[in-house]
């Protein structure tokens, strides 16, 4: 293939329209590469769109949107009008928002929860989004979807490629983000949009109906969001039952690590921290770490090591086993900040702390986007002791300001942090366990090399030059494209 690849990249949520969550932010961050990626030679060219949901409590009069289809979606009970609306997003990336009575009705959320309504949504945004090229009339190569909620849309793509011919050379792209959220009870929905449960009796009978199973049994390549994640749904633990499914699917499953956007997150050119810094001065994050003590009623002891957690209080995240650990190390001098929301009893632990370790503690439950840059800023490490972890920003974000994070050696965390052990490499400390126990062992030797600041400064400075920005990821997955369409069309012939 010698000419530009074109990818359309549907998601259910997408910076800076909407983000939920970290879905939200890698359905902009790698179309936005992956645009960026032209250095002149057509053939490493990647036309890429996105194409997201129109959400009614959404305001986008500010990027303009002009309409540029209407269709109809067949459904049992008759049709559904979806519209589309073209933006280009900084004059670089072709973004199309779908419009239609099944996302208008679903609630103010990006996540209603309700699985019938989701379901209904999704089912129909997924329909849409891929019917919408025949309508624009734009031959995709690649249909890259993202989890459960575009799922549908790579089962639609196998179960029509016969009957359409504009479909018949496209192949399709799963990316798995949080494999447990299947979409469990959008069944209903997806028959009434035509989609039937499997037949594919290699498929557990219980997800025969649930988007992200279907979606993965029919699509041409599977990702997962780490080499590391990629590896584990293969097993029993973390498979969420699929995994004897997935291992006769291996050779089409593969693990790409998501970016972060370095130059939204760069120490040196930070506006919302006290101090900036950059790997010449980590030596200021110490300002940094004056004004959290400040801020927060901490002792203001610049030799304490100061402990950060910012987080969605999630069981998935472990916030229960880093409460437990700091109880289990309170005898040593260190501080804490934990910063998040979630689970009402989690956040109750929390409070509960702080009451128990007053001036040692704080609990600030509530999202702040800005708060947490000045943590990552100024603390000395951040605790991620995730049960699993698919990618995790968290740790990158965390390097790259000089933050060594103590992370449980799964999934993303495993690919990205190098233990202490491999201490001409390392940037800091894993644990294997999913207990509090081992946890608090972690931070012991944290709190053990947080004496000596040399090797301290020298896993800083390491994890600061680590380069986890989007490129590396785009040039991947423009190559999984290309790979993908090959092997694809091939077996076609
Ligand atoms: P997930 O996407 O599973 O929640 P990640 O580690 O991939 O976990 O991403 C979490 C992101 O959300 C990080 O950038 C983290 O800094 C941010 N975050 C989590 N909780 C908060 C909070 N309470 N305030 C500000 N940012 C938060």
Redesign the pocket.
């Known amino acids: 293939m010698t000419e530009a690849i074109r990818v359309l990249f549907t998601a259910a949520e997408a910076a800076p329209f909407i983000t939920a ?3 939200g ?1 890698v359905a902009y961050a790698l179309p936005k590469a992956l645009s960026q990626l032209d250095n002149g030679d057509p053939k490493s060219r990647v036309d890429v769109r996105l194409v997201i949901p129109a959400y009614p409590f959404v305001d986008y009069t500010a990027y303009s949107p002009t309409k540029i289809a209407e269709f109809q979606i067949n459904r049992n009970s008759g049709s559904e009008t979806a519209s589309v609306l073209h933006i280009r997003l900084d004059n670089t990336l072709d973004v199309y928002l779908v419009e239609g009575k099944p996302i208008d009705q679903a609630g103010n959320t990006v996540y209603a929860f309700d699985a019938a309504q989701d379901g209904e949504k999704f089912t129909f945004f997924s329909l849409a989004a891929v019917q919408m090229a025949r309508e624009i009339n734009w031959p995709l190569d690649i249909l890259h979807a993202n989890d459960w909620h575009t799922a549908p849309a790579v089962y639609w793509l196998a179960q029509n490629r016969g009957l359409a011919p504009f479909y018949a050379h496209t192949a399709s792209v799963l990316c798995v ?2 494999l447990p959220y299947m979409g469990d009870g959008a069944g209903p929905a997806m028959n009434d949009f035509g989609l039937a449960a499997s037949t594919d009796t290699q498929l557990p009978k219980w997800s025969r109906e649930m988007p992200l199973p279907l979606g993965l049994s029919t699509a041409d390549q599977i990702v997962a969001v780490s080499p590391g994640y990629s590896q584990e749904i293969l097993t029993t633990a973390f498979g969420a039952g699929l995994s004897e499914y997935l291992n006769t699917r291996a050779e089409s499953i593969t693990g790409i690590l ?1 970016g972060i956007d370095t130059d939204l997150w760069n120490p040196a050119a930070d506006p919302t921290i006290i101090q900036k810094f950059d790997v010449n001065s980590i030596n200021l994050r110490r300002k940094n770490k004056r004004a959290l003590q400040e801020m927060y009623g901490l002792t203001p002891d610049s030799d304490s090591p100061l402990i950060t957690m ?3 209080f ?1 069981h ?2 472990g916030v229960d086993l880093a409460l437990d650990a700091l109880l289990q190390i309170a005898d040593q001098p260190w501080q804490a900040v934990l ?3 979630g689970h009402p009893d989690l956040e109750n632990a929390a409070a509960r702390l702080e009451k128990i370790l007053p001036g040692r503690v704080r609990a ?1 439950i ?4 800005d ?2 840059r000045q943590l ?1 800023a100024g603390s000395d490490m951040v605790l ?1 002791p995730s049960r699993y ?7 990158m ?1 965390a390097m790259r300001y000089g933050c060594i994070p103590v992370a449980r050696n799964t999934g993303g965390l495993r690919d990205t942090i190098e233990d202490y052990t491999l201490s001409e490499f390392s940037t800091g400390f894993l644990f294997q366990e999913a207990t509090p126990e081992a946890l608090a062992g972690a931070v012991r030797r944290a709190l053990y090399v947080f004496r000596h600041p040399e090797s301290w400064n020298a896993m800083q400075v390491r994890g600061m030059e680590k380069d986890f920005s989007w490129k590396n990821s785009a040039l991947q997955y423009e190559k999984l494209y290309r790979d993908t369409l090959k092997r694809f069309r091939k077996e076609q012939k």
């Not at 509530?366 to 986007?369: A, E, G, M, P």
Request: hydrophobic share 25%.
């Open positions: 969550g970290g879905l932010e983000h949080n998501n910012i987080t969605r999630d998935q995240k910063m998040g929301s600030l509530y999202y702040d986007k708060a947490s990552y991620i972890e698919p990618c995790g920003l968290n740790q974000i």
